[in-house]
């Protein structure tokens, strides 16, 4: 069953602006992960953080994590066009190898040039 | 490194017939696998974990006589949709972590577009 809801499910912002999308989820988690789809492809792994991590940077993207309040959100800052794509998150409950990821519903990013 | 690859793309089948979509592993061995099926505009839904060397696990509701998951080696999985039909159109997409690295990511093949006529 899906665990992650993103929100908002579609966002259109101006090349240079930030865009900001948020992830919530039910249960206790080992780590939270986001990705990003491109139309028609397969998913590039965005940044990982762990349920200990309170805020992880890598580049333009910028993600927080809640446990208290079971939310996550990343912020992807001066955007470009090339940005369009869908984001997902994804929560991985164990800590083992083999822990299957649940996705959320996804955000779906246009960035306009 | 780190790259998952499938085979093929894209496939037309007509309905009844089955298809084997591939999933290797090129630079790293995989013993644990994941397959995903994606329909328009919607998320990822787990199907399946595939294990090398023994019996896949199902997500409840996967079908696994209809889906039938094969893990013959650290480096490749299949996936065999048996008699398709048309609601069985979707976007198959599989995973796999590298046991070799600390992190937890995983690396997705590009996909496979079914359609079923």
């Known amino acids: 069953s899906q665990q992650g809801e993103e929100d908002p499910q579609a966002l259109s912002i101006q090349e240079g602006e930030n865009a900001t999308m948020n992830c919530s989820y039910k249960?206790?988690?080992?780590?939270l992960q986001w990705y990003r789809q491109n139309s028609g492809r397969g998913l590039v792994h965005l940044i990982l953080i762990r349920s200990n991590e309170r805020e992880k940077h890598s580049g333009r993207l910028r993600v927080t994590l809640d446990t208290s309040k079971k939310s996550s959100s990343l912020l992807i800052t001066a955007s470009r066009a090339a940005d369009t794509a869908s984001y997902f998150c994804a929560t991985q409950a164990g800590t083992g190898g083999s822990e299957k990821l649940v996705f959320g519903k996804g955000t779906k990013l246009t960035v306009n040039p | 490194g780190a790259v998952v690859s499938q085979h093929p793309s894209w496939v037309i089948c007509k309905s009844g017939t089955s298809v084997k979509i591939e999933c290797r592993s090129l630079d790293f061995q995989a013993t644990t696998m994941f397959w995903y099926r994606q329909f328009p505009k919607q998320s990822l839904m787990l199907m399946a974990t595939s294990n090398e060397g023994s019996k896949a696990t199902y997500e409840q509701g996967v079908e696994k006589d209809k889906f039938l998951i094969n893990h013959a080696s650290l480096t490749l999985s299949t996936l065999t949709v048996t008699s398709a039909h048309p609601e069985d159109s979707s976007f198959y997409i599989c995973?796999?972590?590298?046991?070799?690295?600390?992190?937890?990511?995983?690396?997705f093949g590009p996909g496979t577009r079914l359609t079923v006529t």
């Open positions: 249960t206790s988690i080992n780590n």
């Open positions: 995973s796999a972590r590298d046991p070799g690295r600390l992190a937890a990511e995983q690396y």
